[in-house]
């Protein structure tokens, strides 16, 4: 009965649901599509910059749960809820930030797409010369990876080392970084090894313009008629997927930025002062360490019970106290980055 009612969802319905009714929804039921979404702008605006390149080449795209490129499809997959600002609103809340959520972000994870379907699109991975730049496209893909974020060897376009996860990614990330119009790739990568890669990349699509790709398949991967999970199932599986997982010790450090000293009773709790600033600081480390927000916010919460357990209070004014505690929450975020920090393949 329920599956009935839903069917006839209708796109102006969204705003008026409440979180525990969309959270009650099937994918399969949402009526999103791009046409006629804030997608379709960004769309052309990527056409246009593939077309500015002289390349004929231009994927398919279509709505699933997250951004991916499957093997072998030149086209890629676009999250639902970019098709409607109401399911950008409830990504917000449940994950803290919005993978592509502004124009200029969706605009990078598209060029980045494009780089892996125009790979698919024409096999240039099965090229010597992209193995011997990138190393090999069938490598295993890792589940998690270990960044260097001083490396020059890879661009630096999408948050969090991105090139550095697999050798696919790095040719996208280059790729991405060699599409946008007027990008000054030749000086900003001078005397990087990186350059190389850029180069190559400049080459190989000059000599691809005005061709057609090696495979015209439309084909679609959990599109989202074909998803029948739940929203709430959904946010549940991504929630646990995007928190960290190492054991922290950061007791000396929040020792030396609040105190538990009687002459100190009459200051505000750590607890308080956490949770006051808790937003601004997990936004703050999140974009200085391109790590997602929500994983910043998981790490907090234990180290505001912990500040609760130490019977902590502010000992310092309140702007030091802020700033020694991003730099906490920093050094804690990057040592999580280096015991393998998970992020979902885009
Ligand atoms: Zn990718």
Redesign the pocket.
Known sequence: MRAKKLKKLRLSALDTMTDEQLFDTRFCDLPLRVEGSPLKHRLSQLYKELESRGLRFKPHVWLSKE???PDRIPGFAIPFYLAHPRLVRLERKQMLEVEGGTEKECLQIMR??T??TIDNAFQLHSRPRYRELFGSFAHRYPDWYKPEPHSRDYVLH?PAW?AQ??P??DF??TFAVWLVTGSRWKRQYEKWPALKKLEYVDQIMKALAGKNPLTRSRQRFEDLPEIMMTLREHYRLKRRHYAFHWTADYDHGLQRIFSSEPRYTQRLSAVTFLRHHRRELCQEVAEGTGVHTYAIHQMLMPMISRCRELKLRLSLTEAHTKQKLLVLLTVQTMNGVRSGYHRI??
Do not use: D, P, R
């Open positions: 951004w991916f490129t980045h797409e780089g892996h999408l991105y996860a697999h696919a990614e996208a990330e393949a885009i």
